[in-house]
């Protein structure tokens, strides 16, 4: 079992950068999980941002976020990130990090085991 926590939601303007950051509590086993990141408009359904591998060495994004943002992982830090650059309003919901049991990354939400309680990230036009 594995919990997760975000960290590094804030409020910037369109164009500006942030870097998220989930921290595991599972220690040695965090490298036994793929990881991903979702995120919620208001209104919303949840949807897919991005994913890892348990190595770091394959990832995959969604369409919308693919070129500005860029996830990676430090698994002696236990800790996964997701670095957002060039942000649009669009962009604007609360952030969900969540660890999947396994190596092989995925955009399901359904596969996730553990989910953190999320990060708000607001864009001003």
């Known amino acids: 079992q594995v919990q997760v926590a975000e960290s590094g939601g804030g409020l910037v303007q369109a164009g500006d950068s942030l870097r998220l950051s989930c921290a595991a509590s599972?220690?040695?086993?965090?490298?036994?999980?793929?990881m991903g990141w979702f995120r919620q408009a208001a209104g919303k359904e949840r949807e897919f941002v991005a994913t890892?591998?348990?190595?770091?060495?394959?990832?995959y994004y969604a369409d919308s976020v693919k070129g500005r943002f860029t996830i990676s992982r430090d698994n002696a830090k236990n800790t996964l990130y997701l670095q957002m650059n060039s942000l649009k309003p669009e962009d604007t919901a609360v952030y969900y990090c969540?660890?999947?049991?396994?190596?092989?990354?995925?955009?399901?939400?359904?596969?996730?085991?553990?989910w953190g309680q999320g990060t708000q990230v607001t864009v001003s036009s």
């Open positions: 969540a660890a999947k049991t396994g190596p092989f990354y995925s955009w399901r939400l359904n596969d996730y085991d553990y």
């Open positions: 599972s220690g040695r086993t965090f490298r036994n999980y793929a």
């Open positions: 890892i591998s348990w190595s770091g060495g394959s990832t």
